[in-house]
């Protein structure tokens, strides 16, 4: 059974340092903290809070991350050199194995949604057997709706 529900409300959220490789720096003394918020059982994918102060760097993506700016803003430079600026409230996705360049003026928070990529084979098997389970018509039941308790 998947674990329960994980709830991390913003005002108990004590993120820790977590800092950049110094070698990926280019400017500035940008520090950053990070708290891991969940993990699926599987351990493919995760969620993260994210915070920097001023400063530019290199950052290289190891798992598929899409992010969603909390607060402040940033400009990501790609390995192509495409520019993006991110604000508050703007979403991005960094697949897996790529570089880029983050330039922070002032302070960037950010959500992170993480997933290690699966192989194109395991994929396509996964695929095939959510579709066979579909078209044989199994689908989850859901559970009763839990009632609440009279006071």
């Known amino acids: 059974m998947p674990s329960p529900i994980v709830h991390s409300p913003s005002v108990a ?3 820790k340092d977590s800092p950049i490789e110094p070698s990926w720096i280019i400017a500035g003394d940008p520090r950053t903290r990070a708290l891991e918020l969940s993990r699926s059982d599987d351990n493919v994918a995760l969620t993260w809070t994210w915070d920097c ?10 798992m598929d991350e899409t992010v969603q700016i909390l607060e402040g803003a940033c400009v ?3 390995s192509v050199g495409c520019v993006f600026e991110l604000k508050a409230g703007d979403s991005a996705y960094f697949p897996a194995g790529h570089w880029t ?6 302070y960037v928070r950010k959500v992170a949604f993480c997933r290690l990529p699966m192989p194109t084979l395991a994929t ?4 095939l057997q959510r579709k066979m389970s579909y078209l ?16």
Do not use: S
Request: proline letters at 12%; charged letters at 25%; a neutral charge.
């Open 53 to 62: 102060t001023a400063g530019t760097f290199r950052w290289f993506f190891e």
């Open 13 to 15: 959220i004590d993120l």
């Open 101 to 106: 360049v983050w330039h922070v003026d002032d």
């Open 76 to 78: 990501v430079t790609d």
């Open 136 to 151: 044989a018509g199994r689908r989850p039941v859901p559970p009763p709706i839990p009632q609440k308790n009279a006071a």
């Open 124 to 127: 396509l098997f996964a695929r």
